[in-house]
């Protein structure tokens, strides 16, 4: 265990995959993301009514958060010409005799072009178009309607006795960065630390051969690693599970003792893992450009940013191999959601079962790799 802590220190690739990595993207992969929520996205607006319930419509459009008009066009071919030099994401038209419709009691159409190629953008300027749209309508319909037409019904709906309270559970901002970047710091502190302690098997091998090899593959020598390993993870576990959601401002209603518990055999087996894989490499870089790409395939396999039940079932039980499913979904469960370590049982022994399978396994491997380096002795 020594000999490794003292190998990493004095190693700087190792190093920095393994202490420095994480503090890194723990301070900077949240940025973007902070704002929580879109506000102020441009849209253009296409008046072509000109009067007052229009005048109205666009200076709702406007006071809205999620959206601000940025562009008022003359007309559609405009607004057009606006999206695609990408000064705005979307375009209100407000078709001539809107008014005349609307006192007429008839429904008037409101036609909102949105730009859907960005999801976050599209979902959140239609809310923000059905908003505006919505505060409108209810203010005419309380100026008084035809007693038949369409605003009349709206009116009555909106009398309705029956109100419907939301209040979002688990992520009260309703932002993203809450859903999303609890999950992601797991997956970083398995790709730092993995690519880390394969790299150092390579550097062994670099530095001592096959006996450098033999040296990390002992029984003894792969329990020390993997404490070694735990204890430097230690602090990085503690800014991603601790430090920085309060700093960021993430719910955090876990208990440190559970999310101890269930970050133990995670670490342990991603120590294992690595240290199974560097058995087979002879250089320091093999790791991290046969691994680098991993971390995208395995943050949509465990179900943030591409729901669980859209991914078919066998590629989520494969997902299982890797410790960051569990993981994930334990200590999002624990940290975020309040569950007890009882809840998210199954979780924690299939984390105690993966540590268990890659442990057996690099000891099986360093047989193999001894009986290989004394044929070829």
Excluded at 20 to 29: F, Q, R
Excluded at 143 to 168: F, I, K, Q, Y
Excluded at 349 to 375: K, Q
């Amino acid at each position: 265990m020594a000999a490794e802590i003292r190998a990493i220190l004095n190693d700087r690739g190792v190093f920095g995959l393994i202490i420095l990595a994480p503090i890194i993207y723990g301070l900077l992969y949240p940025q973007p993301y902070l704002g929580q929520l879109l506000r102020g996205i441009p849209i253009a607006a296409v008046d072509q009514d000109h009067t007052e319930v229009s005048r109205d419509l666009v200076q709702t459009l406007n006071a809205d958060e999620a959206i601000t008009v940025a562009v008022r066009a003359d007309n559609l071919a405009n607004a057009h010409a606006a999206l695609a030099r990408r000064e705005v994401f979307g375009i209100v038209d407000i078709p001539k005799d809107t008014e005349k419709e609307i006192l007429k009691g008839n429904k008037a159409r409101v036609a909102a072009y949105v730009d859907s190629a960005y999801f976050l953008l599209f979902s959140r300027m239609l809310q923000g178009i059905t908003e505006a749209t919505g505060t409108v309508s209810a203010d005419l319909a309380e100026r008084g309607a035809r007693t038949d037409g369409s605003l009349a019904h709206a009116a009555v709906t909106r009398a309705s006795p029956v109100e419907l309270v939301s209040e979002p559970l688990f992520n009260p901002t309703g932002g993203y960065a809450s859903y999303v970047v609890p999950a992601a710091f797991i997956l970083i502190l398995q790709q730092t630390l993995f690519l880390g302690v394969a790299t150092a098997g390579g550097v062994a091998f670099e530095q001592g051969g096959s006996v450098g090899r033999r040296r990390r593959a002992g029984a003894r020598a792969i329990l020390g690693q993997a404490l070694a390993h735990l204890c430097l993870a230690a602090p990085g576990l503690a800014l991603y599970l601790i430090i920085l959601p309060h700093v960021y401002g993430f719910s955090t209603l876990g208990r440190p003792i559970e999310l101890l518990l269930m970050a133990i055999p995670f670490v342990l087996s991603v120590s294992f893992l690595a240290q199974f894989v560097s058995l087979w490499f002879k250089r320091r870089e093999t790791a991290v450009i046969l691994f680098i790409a991993v971390s995208l395939p395995l943050f949509f396999q465990v179900g943030v940013s591409w729901p669980v039940e859209a991914i078919p079932d066998a590629i989520r039980t494969a997902s299982r191999i890797f410790p960051s499913t569990s993981a994930i979904d334990g200590l999002v469960r624990l940290n975020q959601m309040g569950a007890s370590l009882h809840d998210v049982w199954r979780d924690w022994a299939s984390l105690w079962v993966l540590t268990a399978i890659y442990g057996l396994l690099t000891m099986v491997a360093r047989r193999f790799f001894t009986r290989e380096d004394a044929y070829g002795a």
